[in-house]
């Protein structure tokens, strides 16, 4: 699974939507067009382009601890704490997280899971202050003991950094590591995602940029995603699935600096694409589609 932090179908605006603007090749060879409010179901080879209920009956704008919650646990956590909440788990969720998160269930299930997201020294600095401000894929591995990739795995090529290609890394926080090609990042989840029957990747700079924040990597992030996504898609083994979901919209929509009330984006690819991409119409219904593929 490719967890994409706030992309939503949008307008066909070529000038507030990245995807217009720049030019977006996952969906255009793919797909053959590029998704959009009036054209948000497409269909390439073994592979399907859907929209996925963000707002799940609480009409409110999504947020990230909530729609987060409801994926990677398969509840509807509005409905659950009676709004959305976010940047992080609202305080109840967290049982419920560390009970119902998706490597937990397929953990019980004797089954190989990874998250393959490398982190700085700051993050782990910050863990080991008591502080516990999460995002919900960090406090799901945190609450099951499951350990957390550092640089010097990066450097291995046993994990991905966030941005795909380190290039953040190297020049904000000034790491001395080669910037990949997006095609690399993109070989190193599949490798690694073939010895595993779960592999999680999450990608949260482009709910960053929906926000306004770091504008002048738009375009450049635009197409490093759009390398990163492609070249997995395309390069999926006959036995293998992914799924690419996103917990609300942001991103598809730079004329405002918030969420939006847009459908997330969701893609399933590979062999149990059709299944999956029947199934799952809403936030919650993600982990639960996935989980049946293995009963």
Known sequence: MIFIDGLGIGKKDYENNPFFKFGFKTFTEIFGSIPHLENQKLKGENAFLFPVDAIMGVP??????????????????????????????????VPIIREKNIFREFMKSKKKVTFMNAYPKVFFDYVNSGRRRLSVTTLSCILNGMR?????????????SAEIDNRRLVERLNYKLAIIKPETAANRLLRIGSQNHFTLFEIFHTDHLG???NIEWLEYTTHVLDRFLYHTI???????????????GNF???SIKMHTLNPALGIAAGKNAAFLAQRIKALYQIKPSIMKVYE
């Not at 992080?88 to 969720?93: F, H, Q, V």
């Open 60 to 93: 409110e704008i999504p947020l990230s601890g909530t729609g987060q919650t409801s994926i990677f646990c398969g509840v509807n956590a509005p409905k659950i704490i009676g709004k959305h909440f976010g940047p992080y788990p609202y305080s109840t969720l």
């Open 148 to 160: 957390l990739n550092k640089i010097s795995d990066l450097r291995r090529g046993r994990a991905i």
């Open 211 to 213: 926000h306004g924040r």
């Open 234 to 248: 395309t390069n999926l083994s006959k036995d293998m699935t992914l799924v690419v979901c996103s917990d609300h």
């Open 252 to 254: 598809e929509d730079l």
